[in-house]
């Protein structure tokens, strides 16, 4: 469905960014997952990827950044940047490349402040919202649900300083889409339902390029699950023609939040 044939629930604007990066040791590449504390409300013990809800100042300093562009885009941008630099100390989409050092400084002033901006305007920084490129959206029809916005960056190489935030996650680390699925199918990371289909959908590309192109061929209209039942089992599936190679999975084997 289209965002204007959501239904109007009261619901929740976040962003989620899946991060690129090149594999130190060759092959394919990877994507930086989150693993979230197990007393977190949403998701709790689940791998994710970085991001969270959307802040009001996310939306003042998207209007202020790009007052032309679509402003839920726009924000969900800056917020997904500002939280994979809250929860990771991963400073992304910007027009310069930052240091190991100076992004963990910027990362304690940002919690400090608890906003973007003073850290861009300390630090000199600039952001290229453009480098975050929409991918999917997401937003079940429930009151209190996350209206998603999941957009793609590329690092552009494997030497990279993370550090978990040990509040809202205990564990960060980088793998391949398809290593993410075995690691998952063992037993050995837990995924709810939409990171799981975003997580297939990424494993048909060999890089980020190809990610992009994907993604460039699909519409970004909301999506959304449903129940149905398949021979006597209730099943939770979402609609065809979006580019996700697997449309749903039993309800009794679904983590969904």
Same mark, same amino acid.
């Given at each position: 469905?289209?965002?204007?044939?959501?239904?109007?629930?009261?619901?929740?604007?976040?962003?989620?960014?899946?991060?690129?990066?090149?594999?130190?040791?060759?092959?394919?590449?990877?994507?930086?997952?989150?693993?979230?504390?197990?007393?977190?409300?949403?998701?709790?013990?689940?791998?994710?990827?970085?991001?969270?809800?959307?802040?009001?100042?996310?939306?003042?300093?998207?209007? $202020? %950044?790009? @007052?032309? +562009?679509?402003?839920?885009?726009? /924000?969900?941008?800056?917020?997904?940047? *500002?939280?994979? #630099?809250?929860?990771?100390?991963?400073?992304?989409?910007?027009?310069?490349?930052?240091?190991?050092?100076?992004?963990?400084?910027?990362?304690?002033?940002?919690?400090?402040?608890?906003?973007?901006?003073?850290?861009?305007?300390?630090?000199?920084?600039?952001?290229?919202?453009? $480098? %975050?490129? @929409?991918? +999917?959206?997401?937003?079940?029809? /429930?009151?209190?649900?996350?209206?998603? *916005?999941?957009? #793609?960056?590329?690092?552009?190489?494997?030497?990279?300083?993370?550090?978990?935030?040990?509040?809202?996650?205990?564990?960060?680390?980088?793998?391949?889409?398809?290593?993410?699925?075995?690691?998952?199918?063992?037993?050995?990371?837990?995924?709810?339902?939409?990171?799981?289909?975003?997580?297939?959908?990424? +494993?048909?590309?060999?890089?980020?390029?190809?990610?992009?192109?994907?993604?460039?061929?699909?519409?970004?209209?909301?999506?959304?699950?449903?129940?149905?039942?398949?021979?006597?089992?209730?099943?939770?599936?979402?609609?065809?023609?979006?580019?996700?190679?697997?449309?749903?999975?039993?309800?009794?084997?679904?983590?969904?939040?």
């Amino acid at each position: 469905m289209s965002d204007a044939d959501t239904p109007r629930f009261k619901v929740i604007p976040a962003a989620t960014v899946v991060i690129f990066r090149n594999c130190p040791a060759g092959g394919p590449p990877e994507l930086l997952m989150v693993q979230r504390s197990k007393e977190m409300r949403f998701a709790g013990g689940a791998a994710v990827f970085p991001g969270g809800r959307i802040d009001p100042a996310d939306r003042e300093l998207a209007q $202020r %950044l790009a @007052p032309d +562009a679509d402003p839920l885009v726009a /924000a969900a941008r800056v917020g997904g940047i *500002r939280e994979t #630099l809250e929860e990771t100390g991963l400073a992304i989409a910007l027009t310069r490349p930052v240091s190991g050092s100076e992004a963990s400084d910027a990362r304690a002033m940002l919690l400090e402040q608890g906003a973007l901006a003073p850290v861009l305007e300390q630090f000199g920084w600039q952001l290229a919202l453009e $480098r %975050l490129l @929409p991918f +999917a959206h997401w937003c079940p029809p /429930a009151d209190g649900a996350f209206d998603t *916005r999941f957009f #793609l960056t590329d690092l552009g190489t494997g030497a990279v300083d993370i550090a978990v935030d040990a509040t809202e996650n205990t564990r960060l680390f980088w793998s391949s889409a398809k290593e993410s699925l075995r690691m998952a199918a063992e037993g050995e990371i837990k995924l709810i339902f939409p990171t799981k289909r975003n997580v297939e959908r990424l +494993a048909l590309s060999a890089s980020f390029e190809e990610a992009c192109a994907h993604a460039a061929q699909f519409p970004l209209d909301v999506l959304s699950a449903r129940r149905e039942v398949r021979d006597g089992e209730d099943w939770l599936v979402m609609p065809d023609g979006y580019g996700y190679p697997v449309l749903g999975e039993p309800l009794r084997v679904v983590r969904r939040g």
